[in-house]
């Protein structure tokens, strides 16, 4: 069958303006040329392919796309991967496989705490990231930290099933072990 | 986005430099510092913010938090507000501005925004943010359609006809209760500018938001040591539990001495073009008892002159409420 | 129907999902996660005016920007058709007008133009540099609303003249704020032209009607058309219908022979994709003083696009709801400039069950009397509505038991006389009801030489847990353990499945995945009968049967798994069909499903602060058999916190003058976070319904989300005494 419409395609003038500059990313150095304008977001989604960190609202908005920058989580939609040269990354790519799961991405699977999955990678990186950060020990307390995660299905209740499980296991792991245990 | 040069300060002078070539450091500014990136990335997404040229400052070691040897808090420009927020002197002596920082945005913001570039936040007017309306505080004498639009959000203090919008910091609340002063280095040296002083009313040109000129770089904000048995809380209202902008919030710090108000200080958000502070306010508390009147009589104070918007007129008795209640919880 | 002849082994397990694993390590693939090679990025230009012409556009600039391979406009491409929608085919369209079909604007973000470049960065800042100039009218955009045309949805007795006659009236407005979906997956289309076919990644809740749209708009044969959507990151309706984003990414892929990615922002979710309408409804009660309903009038009216005719069925549940001898139930539309609305989570019986339920609480209020009470009191025996008996309705039940499980006769029934930590407690409840139902819906089933088998439909997974219920089924009617089933959906290369809407999938899945397990039998049966040295060599094939995945003699003497009998057959595999019809939208029905729900809020107040928030919820349902408690619950409290967005925080908001929805971003438009969720404590009453199949199962998406709104504001009137008519809720309403 014929083409419904006439092909009028023009040549692209590419690679204008780029910055050479080396990331790592999960444990691995990159090194590409990218266009300035070029979020953490879109180099880790478009360019590396690492498809596991979302967009959700492109402006801190929703946290979809939360990595970690150096071990602490931000949203990658509001970084400019140019000026993030040096620093180390980490995406849910880096954190487990389905065959070997992190603690926290068992929990979640366990907890069933998401529906969807979409929100899930930035809610799994920001729990991971409260682990080492001065959040309280009640559900309220993990309620307001996890709060720059929205989850549109509302798996609220899950979540903070799974994070809390963690969080008394790590506990539990902590605790001096019983004589001749 | 439109493109951009990208460029990383090697130190100061060459950021300041950079910063220099622009026409203004207000609205509209060629040249951008960049530090956490959580205003001007989303600004330059929208095209409210166009620079030709982002200076990265990140790495200048303008991120340290230590007791200056005056007694003052000294905090670095580039100190990320999770850290502020979360630092023991902040914590021990400069309660409501802990309490402020973790009050605003997320854990993943804060933890990329700064000191300077919490000061410099924009408003959350969504006109502003539109680049489809027309705004006056991005080009001015263009027009103000939330006057007659959605304005619920909204300012209500220090307004103009042209103008009605807030300033939205947490951070720079408590600031200001504390007696924050801001430390700028420019070309012709460095210069130190009270945060009471920091901001600019809107009137005919709200395009112009801080005292700040072409290339002056913010290096750090030092507070005043803490007074003495002072107390102090942060106290934000907003329709959702976390993660919003207030529509009302306070930062209140009282001295009491025999059972009276020796000394107080207080400031409002969200409710003003900048945040809010006035001294004959605190003038009324001085001397009498913490109890409910005193506190209303404040806030009353506070309040006056208020002007209200069509869909923002509950602020004022909000703010009231908000403000006598902050004092309560922290005389009790 | 037939009761399951075997023990329930799978089914009403509470277990992970099984496509768990990919969706908490970031390998569950998106439509937006596609890149294909060669791939190009395109960015729609919305019109920045709500009503007008497009007088001119100007892409000089933007078309020679880095990167930029095409800036489409009307005229650049064939027009493309309308669409007629009917259910049948399906093709269904909320928005029937196909992009770029004429200069006219009729609602602000109407597409107008499309960049298309080789990086987002690029095409977003051609598509920023593209000069539109409008005609610009005014354009109406007006909350108040008045029904342009009104129609007769229910009536019964003589309504008008005994609300006349009641000892005890109530008349009330009620109003709710235009919802956006937004799930966090903005609507995405990767469209792949190869030159002969059209493969378009999608978020879909429904691949076989948008196949059918996108080939009929395009002009293309149906079968050179396939989408898939493998993981769709929810919907909640929105992605029920085809929007233009769809058909502009294909048509961008045609013309320029490379595959096109188009993501929409986060903005344009306000836009063209749907949206629950602004609704305003009127509820009149009458009733005797000992609260006996004798009059219901339920009348409402919706905004609709200016082309298309969106109608919120909000007196869905009205004429079943409540034992009443005198109804009336009307329904108008009131046209905007506004997109065209579209179902969002229980459309109708959501924003309608708002308003009734808000209503007999504000009556038990006039008559002295507790809600419960009045509720159970006009509990009907029958679908009055209809005249036809309810399949199965055990509201009672879910209102006793939630009542206890809450602590309801502990309630002191004052205004603002409950308190605890020097909070206010208020405490309200509502009742819920969302149809069941089935659709048409096709399934596959592979049996296989290893014992594993792999069923197949083109439905999807919107987060509800479709991957899992359909291993869970095929496991249950095979006798095989879960794991050993392969699902696969999202894919209009498979049956034809049934939509991810109207929480009908479930129910619709259970006859033809039997149905084709017993096709595989069959043909199992018939090579075995005629094979040589089999156990069953020349049997009869009516004197054998094939149960729970083995092929058995009737006499019960000999059986054999169907593993067993495809390795002595030496054949790889046997596969069967099953097709179900559907009952949804039937004329007649001699039942009436509904799954039924009783939601128990408590909210705290701190009037010194203006500070309300949601602090305990409890919610009994009578949802069927439920097959996975696990994903069922998580269903319910996800609605549950959808209800709490509805009613405090959640409503878009048009600029009186532009028409634009000024606050479409999700800082601006807000939706619950975790800190506004308290815990919850959800229950279900386990009547298996066998009238809509064989598991006796419905579905659970929408049920938890009816009567939460009411349940909140009825708490809210517990607490401060001020009755919330309009949603969200806002605070300074309650100084």
């Not at chain 2, 070691?61 to 230590?66: A, S």
């Not at chain 3, 489409?72 to 399906?90: A, L, Q």
């Not at chain 3, 008008?160 to 919802?179: F, H, M, S």
């Amino acid at each position: 069958m014929t083409s419904l419409f006439d092909a009028a395609v023009t040549a692209s003038d590419a690679g204008e303006g780029r910055i050479a500059i080396k990331l790592r990313v999960n444990g691995q150095e990159r090194e590409v040329s990218i266009d300035p304008r070029m979020t953490l977001l879109d180099y880790l989604r478009d360019v590396l392919h690492l498809t596991g960190t979302k967009k959700g609202c492109d402006h801190g908005q929703c946290g979809a796309c939360t990595i970690h920058i150096n071990g602490r989580r931000m949203n990658s939609c509001l970084a400019l991967a140019a000026a993030h040269a040096g620093d180390e990354i980490t995406t849910i790519e880096g954190l487990g496989t389905p065959g070997r799961l992190h603690p926290m991405q068992a929990a979640f699977l366990e907890n069933d705490a998401y529906q969807c999955g979409y929100c899930t990678s930035g809610q799994i990186m920001s729990a991971v990231a409260l682990l080492s950060e001065p959040c309280g020990a009640s559900d309220d307390d993990v309620r307001e930290f996890m709060s720059g995660n929205i989850c549109r299905c509302g798996a609220y209740p899950n979540i903070i099933r799974a994070i809390q499980q963690v969080r008394r296991d790590q506990q539990k792991d902590a605790a001096p072990q019983p004589a001749g245990a | 986005m439109q493109t951009f040069d990208l460029v990383r300060a090697s130190d100061r002078p060459a950021a300041i430099a950079a910063g220099a070539e622009s026409a203004t450091a207000q609205q509209g500014a060629s040249v951008r510092f960049l530090a956490g990136g959580t205003t001007l990335i989303d600004l330059m997404k929208l095209g409210v913010e166009r620079p030709e040229r982002v200076v990265d400052i990140n790495r200048l070691g303008l991120d340290e938090i230590r007791k200056a040897e005056n007694g003052d808090l000294f905090v670095g420009a580039t100190a990320r507000n999770s850290d502020l927020a979360h630092h023991p002197l902040v914590r021990a002596d400069y309660a409501a501005l802990s309490q402020a920082i973790l009050a605003g945005a997320s854990t993943q913001l804060r933890n990329a925004a700064t000191t300077a570039g919490n000061l410099l936040q924009r408003t959350r007017c969504m006109y502003f943010r539109d680049l489809a309306s027309a705004c006056n505080k991005r080009k001015p004498g263009s027009g103000c359609p939330a006057i007659a639009g959605a304005n619920r959000m909204l300012a209500i203090l220090g307004t103009s006809n042209a103008c009605i919008a807030n300033n939205p910091s947490d951070m720079a609340v408590a600031m200001l209760a504390y007696d924050a002063v801001v430390h700028v280095q420019g070309v012709a040296g460095g210069r130190q500018i009270p945060l009471a002083d920091f901001y600019v009313l809107p009137g005919q040109r709200p395009d112009i938001e801080t005292m700040l000129a072409p290339g002056e770089l913010i290096t750090h904000v030092t507070l005043p040591p803490p007074k003495t048995g002072e107390r102090s809380v942060y106290l934000k209202l907003r329709d959702r539990a976390s993660y919003e902008f207030a529509l009302v919030s306070t930062a209140v710090a009282v001295t009491l001495a025999d059972g009276k108000i020796a000394n107080a200080r207080f400031a409002l958000g969200g409710v003003g073009a900048r945040p809010w502070r006035v001294r004959k306010a605190e003038d009324v508390l001085r001397g009498s008892a913490p109890d409910e009147r005193a506190f209303r009589n404040a806030a009353d104070t506070c309040l006056d002159g208020a002007r209200p918007q069509s869909h923002n007129g509950f602020k004022i008795e909000l703010a009231k409420r908000c403000i006598v209640h902050a004092f309560k919880q922290v005389t009790s | 129907m037939a009761q399951p002849q075997a023990a329930i082994t799978q089914i009403g397990q509470a277990r992970a999902r099984i496509d768990g694993p990919l969706k908490v390590t970031g390998t569950a693939r998106f439509t937006s996660d596609h890149n294909l090679p060669g791939m190009l990025y395109a960015v729609p230009v919305g019109a920045t005016i709500a009503k007008g012409r497009v007088t001119a556009i100007d892409i000089a600039r933007a078309r020679q920007m880095p990167g930029v391979r095409a800036i489409m406009k009307r005229g650049d491409f064939p027009p493309m058709s309308h669409i007629t929608p009917n259910f049948v085919e399906p093709l269904m369209a909320d928005e029937t007008r196909p992009p770029f079909d004429d200069d006219v604007i009729r609602y602000y973000g109407q597409y107008v133009a499309l960049a298309v470049a080789d990086t987002f960065e690029q095409a977003k800042a051609a598509a920023d540099a593209v000069t539109v100039s409008y005609a610009a009218e005014t354009p109406n955009v007006d909350p108040h609303l008045a029904a342009e045309n009104t129609k007769v949805v229910s009536e019964r007795g003589d309504a008008e003249k005994a609300y006349a006659g009641a000892a005890v009236t109530l008349d009330a407005q009620y109003a709710i704020a235009p919802e956006t979906h937004n799930p966090i997956e903005t609507h995405a289309t990767v469209a792949n032209w190869d030159g002969d076919e059209l493969t378009l990644y999608e978020t879909s809740q429904a691949v076989v009607n948008h196949r059918n749209v996108l080939a009929d708009m395009l002009g293309l044969p149906r079968h050179k058309v396939r989408v898939i959507a493998k993981f769709i990151g929810s919907g909640f309706g929105g992605k029920l219908w085809p929007w233009s984003q769809s058909p502009l990414a294909a048509a961008a892929s045609i013309k320029l022979g490379q595959p096109v990615k188009l993501v929409l922002s986060r903005p344009m979710m306000f836009h063209a994709v749907g949206h629950r309408p602004r609704i305003e409804q009127r509820v009149r009660l009458g009733a005797t003083r000992d609260g006996k309903l004798v009059s219901l009038q339920h009348d409402y009216v919706n905004t609709t696009s200016i082309l298309d005719d969106y109608e919120e069925n909000c007196g869905e549940a009205t004429p079943h709801m409540y034992s009443v001898p005198n109804l009336r139930v009307t329904s108008g539309l009131a046209k905007r400039n506004i997109g065209t609305p579209t179902s969002m989570r229980g459309p109708g019986a959501v924003p309608g069950l708002f308003a009734t339920e808000s209503a007999m609480d504000e009556l038990a209020v006039k008559l002295g009397m507790d809600p419960l009470q009045l509720h159970l009191l006009n509990e009907p025996r029958l679908d009055e509505g209809l005249g036809v008996p309810f399949s199965s309705r055990h509201l009672k039940e879910c209102l006793t038991l939630g009542a206890e499980k809450f602590g309801w006769s502990n309630r002191d029934p004052h205004v603002g006389a409950m308190k605890r930590d020097g909070m206010i407690l208020g405490w309200g409840m509502a009742a819920c009801s969302w149809l069941a139902a089935r659709l048409d819906c096709s399934v596959s089933v592979e049996l296989r030489q290893d014992g594993t088998a792999r069923v197949a439909s083109a439905s999807q997974d919107i987060g509800t847990g479709t991957y899992t219920v359909m291993a869970q089924m095929a496991a249950e009617m095979l006798g095989i353990a879960v794991e050993r089933v392969e699902v696969e959906i999202g894919d209009t290369k498979l049956p034809p499945g049934a939509v991810s809407g109207g929480s009908m999938l479930t129910a619709s899945l259970v006859a033809p995945t039997e149905e084709a397990i017993a096709a595989a039998g069959k043909a199992l049966i018939a090579r075995l009968v005629a094979g040589e040295n089999t156990p069953f060599s020349g049997a009869e094939p009516q004197t054998l049967a094939f149960k729970q995945g083995r092929i058995m003699a009737k006499d019960a003497q000999t059986s054999m798994p169907f593993a067993a009998a495809l390795q002595t057959l030496q054949i790889a595999s046997i596969s069967g069909q099953g097709t179900g019809q559907g009952t949804f939208g039937a004329q007649r029905p001699k039942l009436s499903s509904h799954s039924f729900g009783a939601h128990f809020v408590e909210v705290t107040w701190r009037p010194e602060i203006a500070r309300l928030r949601a602090s305990r919820v409890v919610s009994v349902f009578d949802a069927g058999r439920i097959l996975n408690p696990l994903a069922a619950r998580n269903q319910i409290e996800g609605a549950i916190v959808m209800g709490i967005g509805m009613a405090l925080l959640e409503g878009t908001e048009y600029d009186a003058a532009s028409g634009a929805p000024i606050n479409a971003n999700l800082a601006d438009y807000v939706v619950a976070t975790n800190a506004d969720v308290p815990a919850l404590d959800v229950h279900f009453v386990e009547y298996p319904d066998y009238n809509l199949n064989a598991l006796g199962a419905r579905g659970v998406g929408e049920i938890g989300l009816a009567g939460a709104a009411a349940a909140l504001t009825n708490a809210v009137y517990h607490a401060t005494g001020i009755r919330v008519r309009e949603l969200p809720l806002k605070l300074e309403d309650l100084l």
